[in-house]
C-alpha cells in the first residue's frame, strides 16, 4: 500500500507538502460542518424531521460519556461527540472514493497525543504536580519504570490500533478488486474481441459485502473503541 499522494506544495520554508491526507481532512470538515449547519436550521422547542435525528446524536454521546465517564464529567462530551463523528466520517470517506484520513497514521497519532496530553493535564490538575508525580510510584517505587512506560505507549498503541484496521480494510480491498479483475479476464478471455471480456464482472457484489464490514462496521467500531478509550483514560486520570 503506497502512502498518501502529495497534492501540491506550498512554496515557503522550502516547500511545504500538502497531502491526500490534508486535502481529505479538510474535505470531512467541511462536511461535517455543513451537515451540522442543515441539522440545527431553524431549530424549535418542539423537534421535529432533521432536529429529531440531532438531538438524538447529542443525547447519545451525552448518554455515553455519562455511563462511562460520570456525570461530573460532561464537559468533555463536546470532544468526545466531535471525535466520534469526525473518525468515523474520515473512515467512511473511502466510500464515496477518497482516501480516508485514518489510513494514514498521522492523524491517528495527533489524536492520540492529544488525549495524552488531556491525561497529563487534568491528572495534574486534580492531583497536583506532587500527587501526578507520586502516581508514577504506586503501588511500589519498584513500578517507576514500568509506570512511565505504559503510560507513554498508551498513545502508540491507540494510533496504530485505528490506522492499522483502516489501512488494513483498504489494502485487502484493493488486492481483491485486483485479484477480480484479473480472474474476469481469464474467466471471459476466451471471448474473441467483444466488450463483455473487458469487463470485470466478478467485481460486482462480493467487494460490496465486504464493504459492509470494512467500511461501516469496523470504520464506526474503531471511532468508537478510541473514544472509549479516550474516556476511560481521561476519567482515571482524574478520579
Given at each position: 500500500?503506497?502512502?498518501?499522494?502529495?497534492?501540491?506544495?506550498?512554496?515557503?520554508?522550502?516547500?511545504?507538502?500538502?497531502?491526500?491526507?490534508?486535502?481529505?481532512?479538510?474535505?470531512v470538515?467541511?462536511?461535517?460542518?455543513?451537515?451540522?449547519?442543515?441539522?440545527?436550521?431553524?431549530?424549535?422547542?418542539?423537534?421535529?424531521?432533521k432536529?429529531?435525528?440531532?438531538?438524538?446524536?447529542?443525547?447519545?454521546?451525552?448518554?455515553?460519556?455519562?455511563?462511562?465517564?460520570?456525570?461530573?464529567?460532561?464537559?468533555?462530551?463536546?470532544?468526545?461527540g466531535?471525535?466520534?463523528?469526525?473518525?468515523?466520517?474520515?473512515?467512511?470517506?473511502?466510500?464515496?472514493?477518497?482516501r480516508?484520513?485514518?489510513?494514514?497514521?498521522?492523524?491517528?497519532?495527533?489524536?492520540?497525543?492529544?488525549?495524552?496530553a488531556?491525561?497529563?493535564?487534568?491528572?495534574?490538575?486534580?492531583?497536583?504536580?506532587?500527587?501526578?508525580?507520586?502516581?508514577?510510584?504506586?503501588?511500589?517505587?519498584?513500578?517507576?519504570?514500568?509506570?512511565?512506560?505504559?503510560?507513554?505507549?498508551?498513545?502508540?498503541?491507540?494510533?496504530?490500533?485505528?490506522?492499522?484496521?483502516?489501512?488494513a480494510?483498504?489494502?485487502?480491498t484493493?488486492?481483491?478488486y485486483?485479484?477480480?479483475?484479473?480472474?474476469?479476464?481469464?474467466?471471459?478471455?476466451?471471448?474473441?474481441?467483444?466488450?463483455?471480456?473487458?469487463?470485470?464482472?466478478?467485481?460486482?457484489?462480493?467487494?460490496?459485502?465486504?464493504?459492509?464490514?470494512?467500511?461501516?462496521?469496523?470504520?464506526?467500531?474503531?471511532?468508537?473503541?478510541?473514544?472509549?478509550?479516550?474516556?476511560?483514560f481521561v476519567?482515571?486520570?482524574?478520579?
Amino acid at each position: 500500500m503506497e502512502g498518501p499522494k502529495i497534492i501540491f506544495e506550498i512554496p515557503i520554508f522550502g516547500g511545504i507538502p500538502v497531502t491526500e491526507t490534508i486535502v481529505n481532512s479538510w474535505i470531512v470538515i467541511v462536511f461535517i460542518a455543513f451537515l451540522c449547519k442543515f441539522l440545527t436550521w431553524k431549530m424549535q422547542k418542539v423537534p421535529k424531521g432533521k432536529q429529531v435525528l440531532a438531538e438524538k446524536l447529542v443525547l447519545m454521546i451525552n448518554g455515553l460519556v455519562e455511563q462511562t465517564m460520570g456525570k461530573d464529567k460532561m464537559r468533555f462530551a463536546p470532544y468526545i461527540g466531535a471525535l466520534f463523528v469526525y473518525s468515523a466520517t474520515c473512515s467512511l470517506s473511502s466510500l464515496v472514493g477518497l482516501r480516508p484520513p485514518t489510513a494514514d497514521l498521522n492523524t491517528t497519532l495527533g489524536w492520540a497525543l492529544v488525549t495524552f496530553a488531556m491525561v497529563q493535564y487534568n491528572s495534574i490538575r486534580s492531583h497536583g504536580i506532587l500527587g501526578y508525580l507520586k502516581g508514577f510510584l504506586s503501588p511500589t517505587p519498584v513500578m517507576l519504570p514500568m509506570n512511565i512506560v505504559s503510560e507513554a505507549v498508551n498513545p502508540i498503541s491507540m494510533s496504530f490500533r485505528h490506522f492499522g484496521n483502516i489501512a488494513a480494510g483498504t489494502v485487502i480491498t484493493s488486492l481483491l478488486y485486483g485479484a477480480l479483475a484479473a480472474a474476469s479476464t481469464v474467466i471471459l478471455g476466451w471471448i474473441p474481441n467483444t466488450f463483455i471480456s473487458t469487463i470485470p464482472i466478478l467485481q460486482l457484489g462480493l467487494p460490496a459485502l465486504l464493504s459492509i464490514y470494512f467500511d461501516l462496521f469496523s470504520s464506526c467500531l474503531q471511532a468508537f473503541i478510541f473514544c472509549m478509550l479516550t474516556m476511560v483514560f481521561v476519567a482515571n486520570a482524574i478520579d
